[in-house]
C-alpha cells in the first residue's frame, strides 16, 4: 500500500531544500557582475577596482562592470545598491568611510547594518601627508609650523564630506592643534588635480602616491604602523605622536542584505583566488594598495569596532558635513 501522497513528498522536500544552498553556490555568477563604486574614476576605490576587476572576472568566467556613482561621501552608490535585487550581481565596492564614518558623520539614507551582508576586505593602504610643492615644508614639523603661522591658509582636499581622506586630515590638524581649511570633492581623482594645479595645498590620500612619484607632489608623513617600503625615508605620524591607531584606510565588497548565504561565500572565496595574484598586487600598489583579505566574523567586528573609534575622533575633533 502506498503512503500518503504529503509523507511521500516530505523526505523529497528536504532534499530540495538542504541542496538549494550548494546549488545557490555552484551556480553563482552565470550572468554579468556590476560593481558600484561608489565615487568618481580616478580616485583610490576606483584604483582598486580596475586591477582586481581583471583578475576576479578570470576566475568566475564572467565579466565584471565597474560602474561609477559618485557624489555625497560615497553614499549615493551606496544607497543605489541597497535597492538592488540581493542575489551578487549588484556589489559595492566601498571605502573605510562608507560603513565606518559616514553613518556616525552624515546620516545616510540607509542602515549600514541592516541593509547590507558585508563579504570581504579586499585591499589596504597607508594614506600620506602630501602637499603642493609650493608649500615651503619637507617635514611634517615643518608644515605645522607653517599652518600655525598661516590661519586658515592650508586648506585639504578630500574625497568628499564624511570620507576618511577628510578625517585623516581632521585627525592630524586635531593632534597638531592647527586649523586646516577643509575642501570636499566628489573623489579623490578631482581633488588631485586641484592639488597638482595649486588650487588646495593638502591631502591625506593614496590616490596622491602616483604624483609624488612624479615629483609633482611631496609626501612628508604616512599614516602607516610602520614606514611604507617604498619610501623609507617618509616618517609615520605615529613616530611624530601625531595619529591614532585604527585611522589606516582600507577597502571592501558588500552585497544587499538578503543574499543568499551561499553566494556571499562563493563571492568571497573567488575574491581571495583573486587577490592572490600578482598581477592584482603590482596594480593595487600603483595606487599605493596592497591586498588585505578578511571576511566572516573578523571583518564584521573590524567594521564594528572601527566605526566606535571614528565616532570618538569625529566627536573630539569635531569634524562634519559642512
Not at 556613482?69 to 556589489?91: N, Q
Request: glycine share 10%; with cysteine; aromatic share 6%.
Amino acid at each position: 500500500m502506498n503512503a500518503p501522497l504529503h509523507r511521500r513528498a516530505l523526505p523529497l522536500l528536504g532534499v530540495g531544500v538542504l541542496a538549494r544552498p550548494a546549488l545557490a553556490q555552484a551556480t553563482w555568477p552565470q550572468r554579468q557582475v556590476t560593481l558600484v563604486v561608489p565615487y568618481p574614476p580616478g580616485g583610490s576605490t576606483d584604483n582598486v577596482a580596475r586591477p582586481l576587476m581583471v583578475e576576479w572576472s578570470r576566475i568566475i568566467g564572467e565579466t565584471i562592470v565597474i560602474e561609477n556613482r559618485g557624489g555625497a561621501g560615497g553614499t549615493i552608490g551606496a544607497e543605489f545598491v541597497t535597492r538592488a535585487r540581493p542575489d551578487g550581481y549588484t556589489l559595492l565596492l566601498f571605502p573605510t568611510a562608507v560603513f565606518t564614518i559616514s553613518p556616525t558623520m552624515m546620516r545616510p539614507p540607509y542602515d549600514v547594518d541592516r541593509d547590507f551582508a558585508p563579504i570581504a576586505r579586499v585591499a589596504a593602504s597607508d594614506a600620506f601627508v602630501v602637499v603642493n610643492p609650493s608649500v615651503p615644508a619637507r617635514t611634517i614639523r615643518e608644515l605645522i609650523d607653517y599652518a600655525k603661522a598661516n590661519p586658515g591658509g592650508l586648506r585639504f582636499g578630500s574625497a568628499g564630506n564624511g570620507t576618511i581622506t577628510q578625517l585623516q586630515c581632521e585627525i592630524l590638524g586635531d593632534h597638531a592643534r592647527v586649523r586646516l581649511e577643509h575642501v570636499p570633492y566628489r573623489g579623490s581623482g578631482l581633488a588631485v588635480n586641484d592639488l597638482v594645479a595649486g588650487h588646495i595645498q593638502m591631502m591625506c590620500d593614496p590616490a596622491t602616491l602616483p604624483m609624488v612619484r612624479q615629483g609633482r607632489l611631496r609626501a612628508l608623513a604616512s599614516f602607516g604602523d610602520q614606514r611604507h617600503p617604498e619610501f623609507p625615508d617618509v616618517p609615520t605620524l605615529l613616530e611624530s605622536g601625531l595619529a591614532d591607531r585604527g585611522a589606516m584606510s582600507w577597502f571592501g565588497i558588500a552585497a544587499p542584505a538578503g543574499t543568499p548565504m551561499p553566494v556571499r561565500t562563493r563571492i568571497a572565496a573567488t575574491l581571495e583566488q583573486a587577490l592572490k595574484s600578482g598581477d592584482v598586487a603590482r596594480g593595487l600598489a600603483i595606487g599605493g594598495l596592497r591586498p588585505a583579505f578578511e571576511t566572516g566574523e573578523a571583518f564584521a567586528n573590524r567594521i564594528t569596532g572601527e566605526r566606535a573609534i571614528f565616532a570618538e575622533i569625529i566627536r573630539r575633533t569635531g569634524a562634519g558635513v559642512n
